[in-house]
């Protein structure tokens, strides 16, 4: 109840956290910060507001100091972001008036789009929101590390898809356009586990074509691993495991907020940071407010992936579509 009391504690949790590992005996201190925190921060209290330009400059300058996923370069570009075709969403806490906790940048588009590139480009021409039929939700980041353990994406997201179909009612797919930030360690990590297999020389020779600088430019070499590399994501994703969970963490975040995991983008980001992490390689998660309560208890229940027959015929076409079960569900933990 004191002054910035609040913001106090949610710091404290951030040094725990961080601290942690070395401080074993701060399990307790830890777990009854989550349990507090929880439940100062949840969902009655927050309330959603748009981000635009004539937001505060304070939660402007936030918003480029925070954004994880896709880096905001500086005004120009944070300005790109906040005009007529796009928007941007974020959750506040009263404790807590001027620093957003999660927040959301939306894209619309015709059509879903399959590359983010286009989506980030400060330079791309403004379309008129009116003829969108694709709200593409391109990036979504949490602010507070004193927060991690605060569940906030899952009502953030359900909350902008029904805003946005009150407000744009020609919009007919809400879709994310997501990294797989996994994927190039696991690859890098079957060769090890595919000792004598017979695609172990063929994935270990996929692999070392990475350290290539923009191999993706060599048109022929692309097309060779488009073939081979999109059967191994789709594998990934659905069959790479961490006990009963996908390996992979943007599709447990997806799958358990009730999204369908829908198509494969070869090439989908291109930026330094896409490269490292998944090939370039980026997925699109649909949600259908219709669909999304029964696709949450599906994967609840039983951990089934609910996914499209495109991505799971790509599955079955990797080259680990023989291998045995053990491998085939190699995590590279």
């Known amino acids: 109840m004191a002054p910035g009391g609040t913001a106090s504690l949610v710091d404290m949790h951030r040094q725990v956290l ?3 590992g070395a401080n074993p005996q701060w399990l307790g201190t830890e777990a009854d910060l989550t349990h507090l925190l929880r439940s100062w921060f949840n969902r009655g209290f927050l309330s959603m507001q748009r981000i635009d330009w004539r937001t505060s400059a304070l939660v402007l300058e936030k918003l480029i100091q925070y954004e994880a996923v896709h880096q905001i370069q500086g005004w120009s570009d944070l300005r790109r972001r906040l005009q007529a075709d796009r928007r941007c969403y974020a959750f506040f ?7 957003p906790l999660i927040f959301i940048e939306v894209a619309l588009t015709r059509g879903m789009s399959a590359r983010v590139q286009p989506l980030l480009d400060p330079g791309s021409p403004v379309l008129d929101p009116a003829s969108a039929d694709s709200a593409m939700f391109y990036s979504i980041t949490n602010c507070q590390q004193g927060l991690r353990g605060v569940s906030f994406g899952n009502f953030l997201i359900k909350q902008v898809v029904e805003d946005l179909g009150r407000e744009l009612p020609r919009l007919k797919s809400f879709a994310t356009l997501s990294p797989i930030p996994g994927l190039r360690a696991w690859l890098a990590s079957l060769p090890r586990a595919l000792e004598r297999h017979p695609a172990q020389t063929e994935i270990s020779r996929l692999a070392s074509v990475f350290e ?9 070499l692309s097309k060779t691993l488009r073939e081979k590399l999109l059967p191994l994501a789709a594998h ?3 069959l790479a495991k961490e006990g009963q969970e996908p390996l992979d963490p943007v599709a447990r975040f997806h799958l358990v907020n009730g999204a369908r995991m829908e198509r494969l983008n070869w090439l989908g980001d291109v930026s330094p940071t896409g490269m490292r ?4 390689m980026m997925v699109n998660y649909v949600y259908r407010l219709n669909e999304v309560d029964a696709n949450h208890e599906t994967y609840a229940r039983d951990h089934t992936i609910v996914a499209s027959r495109r991505v799971e015929q790509r599955a079955k076409e990797s080259l680990l579509s023989r291998a045995p079960a053990g491998v085939a569900a190699a995590s590279g933990n």
């Open 18 to 20: 961080h601290d942690l």
């Open 93 to 99: 806490h009263p404790a807590l008036p001027e620093e």
């Open 212 to 220: 290539t600088p923009r191999w993706f430019e060599d048109e022929s």
């Open 236 to 238: 990934y994703l659905l």
């Open 277 to 280: 992490q998944s090939a370039g």
